[in-house]
């Protein structure tokens, strides 16, 4: 019987020592489908440099901005059609 496979996480924040095993992490992160979000960061422990990388699924990310789409088109409807008009009163 096979094991379970564990779904991917949508976010990770790779950190560790900058060496060639931690873009061994990334590279390997990025060949099974995440993509780069945002800058490197990188600090000095006073022995090593700590490098972090944060990855994320665009699957995950498009889906995220779908589900937000359709919840603002939905508020647009409300507000058009003068549904609960007091709720959103002093929201921007």
């Known amino acids: 019987m096979s094991e379970p496979t564990e779904e991917k996480l949508s ?5 560790g ?3 060639r095993e ?7 992160a990025l060949a099974e489908g995440y993509v780069l979000h945002g800058s490197p960061a ?7 440099v700590i490098v972090a990388q944060a990855i994320i699924l ?10 937000v789409a359709i919840a603002v ?3 647009d409807s409300q507000l058009e059609n003068g549904e609960d008009a ?5 929201h921007a």
């Open 86 to 90: 007091e709720a959103f009163e002093g």
């Open 73 to 75: 088109d939905e508020l």
């Open 58 to 67: 665009p699957a995950a990310v498009a889906s995220a901005d779908a589900a």
């Open 42 to 48: 990188a600090t000095f422990n006073g022995t090593d």
């Open 22 to 28: 931690f873009c061994e992490r990334i590279s390997t």
């Open 17 to 19: 020592p900058d060496t």
């Open 11 to 15: 976010y990770r924040l790779i950190t």
